[in-house]
C-alpha cells in the first residue's frame, strides 16, 4: 500500500522528517541538487511561496519524494511547480508506483488549490496524463578526464578568449564575502537584458542553508568588479547557476575566465561532472555552451491543467507586451530596478 503524505511549509516542521527526505535524496542515484529540501526554507523565506513536499511511503518505508511550490505567474495566474527558479525537480522514486501515487496526489492537490496548472521541470517525461514541452536542455561536461585534457577539448575561440582575458587584466578572486560584488555585476546586468532581478536577500539564504555547497566567483579588472558567478557544489557536481558579466566589459571576456576558473577549481576538488544549466535549445545561450565540449541533455517541462503552457506560448519575449515592459526596464535608473524588481521576480519562477 502506498501512502502520500504532504509537508506545508507553514505546519511545524519535524527535523527527523527533514532528516528523512534527505537521507532518501542523498541515496538515489538521480536526485538533484535541487530536490534537497533545504530549498523549502530558501524559497519560502525568501520569495514567500507556500510548498508542498509529497513524500511516498510504501511498507513503513520512503519510496519517493516530490517537491512542489504555490506560485503566481503572469498575467493573473497561479501553478504548483517544482521547483521554480531553479533548474530541476519533478518526482524522485524507488518504484513506478510511488511515482504514480505522487504523480495522483500532485494533480489532486492541484484541483485542490484550484491553481491553472501543475508544472514539473524534470529530467525524464512523465506518464500520459501529463503535456509535455521540450524546448528546454541542459548542458554537462565530463569532468573525470581532469582539467588538461578539458583544456584541450574546448574550442580554439574559448581558449583564446580566456588568454585574452588574462593578458588584459582580469583577475578572478572565489569567496562567499563576494557576495555584494557579484550581486553588483548580477543586478546590473539583469536590469540591462530587462528582467527583474532576484533580490541579494535570495542568495544571502542560499548561503546560510547551503554554507559549504555554495561558491561565488568575481572577475575584475583594475580593481573594479565586471562579472560574477554563483556556483553550488553538490554530490560530485558543480552547478554553475547564476552569472553575469557587465555588457560594456565584454570585450575582455571575463565571463570565459569566469567559467574556466570555476571548471579548474571543480577539478581540484575532484567533482566528475559540470552542469552548466539548463537553455532553450537553439538559443545564443545553448550555442556559447557547446564550445565548451558541453553536452546537451533534454529536460522535460510536464504539464497538468487547462491552463497549461502550449506550443510556443512558453516564449514569453515573443509577445508585444513583454517585448514592451522588458525595453521600459532597461531605461530604469539601476537603484529603481533594484528597488522594483525583486518583488515582481517571485512571480517570474
Known sequence: MIEVMAAPVQSSRRTDSEREWNAFVYGHENATLFHDIRWRSVIADALGCRSYYLEAWESARLAGVLPLFLVRVPPFKSALVSVPFLNYG??????????????????????DLRVDYLELRSREPMDDRFSSLSHKETYEIDLTPGRDAIWRRLK??????????????????QGKDLLPEFYRCFSRNMRDLGTPVLGQHF????????????????????????????????????????????????????????????IEYACEQQMT??????????????????QWAAVPRPLFWEYYGSGAPAGDSHVRTATRPYRCASLVWRRLPLCIANRLGPPIAKYLP
Open 273 to 290: 561532472r559540470c552542469d552548466f544549466g539548463r537553455s532553450t535549445r537553439e538559443s545564443t545561450h545553448a550555442a556559447y555552451k557547446k
Open 90 to 111: 519533478g518526482p524522485l522514486v524507488d518504484t513506478e508506483t510511488a511515482r504514480h501515487a505522487l504523480l495522483s496526489n500532485a494533480i489532486e492537490l492541484a484541483k
Open 203 to 262: 542568495f544571502e539564504h542560499v548561503l546560510r542553508r547551503f554554507p559549504q555547497e555554495s561558491h561565488i566567483f568575481v572577475a575584475s579588472r583594475e580593481g573594479r568588479p565586471v562579472g560574477g558567478k554563483f556556483v553550488m557544489a553538490w554530490r560530485g557536481v558543480m552547478h554553475f547557476i547564476w552569472a553575469s558579466s557587465l555588457r560594456q566589459m565584454l570585450s575582455f571576456a571575463p565571463n570565459d575566465l569566469l567559467n574556466w576558473r570555476a
Open 156 to 173: 580554439a575561440s574559448v581558449r583564446n578568449k580566456v588568454r585574452k582575458a588574462n593578458k588584459l587584466g582580469v583577475t578572478v578572486s
